[in-house]
């Protein structure tokens, strides 16, 4: 039980830091894209611009994240019992037709 426990923990700790850091490497690779563009330089930017990148970008990866998570729940709660109930039938017939096949 321990372990479980701790492997739960670990798996809750890689999704905070992704969801941390995530936003901080797109907004990296924007500020860097924007830089070699020349549309933009370091000393124009002010650190509580910065900060306002940072937060907003932490809100669209959060909501898209959400939206993923909402999106993948209810394709598997509406969609996967059918599809294994329809496999479930699809194997069935098959052992039946070799079992058949054996007996000949």
């Known amino acids: 039980m321990v372990r479980s426990d701790l492997a739960d923990r670990l798996v809750v700790l890689a999704i905070g830091l992704l969801i941390v ?17 020349g549309d933009l330089l370091v000393n124009q930017v002010t650190p509580v611009e910065f900060l306002e990148l940072y937060v907003i970008d932490l809100l669209l990866f959060s909501a898209f994240g959400y939206g993923v998570y909402r999106l993948t729940l209810t394709l598997v709660e509406s969609h996967l019992p059918a599809s294994l109930d329809a496999l479930e039938g699809e194997d069935a017939e098959r052992e039946a037709t070799d079992t058949s096949d054996d007996a000949e």
Request: proline share 6%.
């Open 21 to 37: 850091l995530g936003p901080v490497v797109l907004l990296v690779l924007t500020l860097g894209f924007l830089m070699v563009t």
